[in-house]
C-alpha cells in the first residue's frame, strides 16, 4: 500500500489521532486481539508461555524489561527500534498504528503490561 508523502514510520506516528488523549485499555480485550484479531493476531509471530509463532521475539515478561513507551512505539512503528538480538535489519510486523484503533493499542498494550 502506498502513501504519497509518507514513510511508514511518519504513518505510524502521525496518524495518532489524538496522543494525549488518555485511553484506558483492558487487558481482558487485548488478550483476545492478540491471539485472534483478523489483521493483528500477534500470535502467529509471538510467542507467550510457549505458544505462538517463532518471526517476532517471544513476549513473556516484556512489561519488566521494557517501557511503556518502547512498547508503544514497538505497535505504532515497528521499524523505529528493533528488538535487541533480533536478526533482521527490517521488522517484517505491520505499522499497527495505520491498522487498529488507538482503542485497539491501549487495550494490547494493556495486554502486555500484564505479561510482567
Keep these: 500500500m502506498a502513501f504519497p508523502g509518507f514513510a511508514i514510520g511518519e504513518l505510524g506516528r502521525n496518524l495518532v489521532v489524538n496522543p494525549s488523549l488518555e485511553l484506558t485499555g483492558d487487558a481482558g480485550r487485548g488478550r483476545k486481539l492478540f491471539a485472534t484479531h483478523e489483521i493483528a493476531a500477534c500470535s502467529r509471530c509471538h510467542k507467550i508461555d510457549g505458544s ?15 517501557p511503556s513507551d518502547y512498547l508503544r512505539e514497538s505497535i505504532i512503528d515497528p521499524q523505529a527500534t528493533m528488538a535487541e538480538g533480533y536478526p533482521v535489519e527490517v521488522s517484517p510486523m505491520p505499522p499497527y498504528g495505520v491498522l487498529l484503533s488507538q482503542q485497539e493499542i491501549s487495550d494490547l498494550l494493556a495486554y502486555l503490561h500484564s505479561l510482567d
Design 52 to 66: 505462538g509463532g517463532d518471526i517476532g521475539p517471544a513476549l513473556d515478561g516484556i512489561a519488566s524489561r521494557k
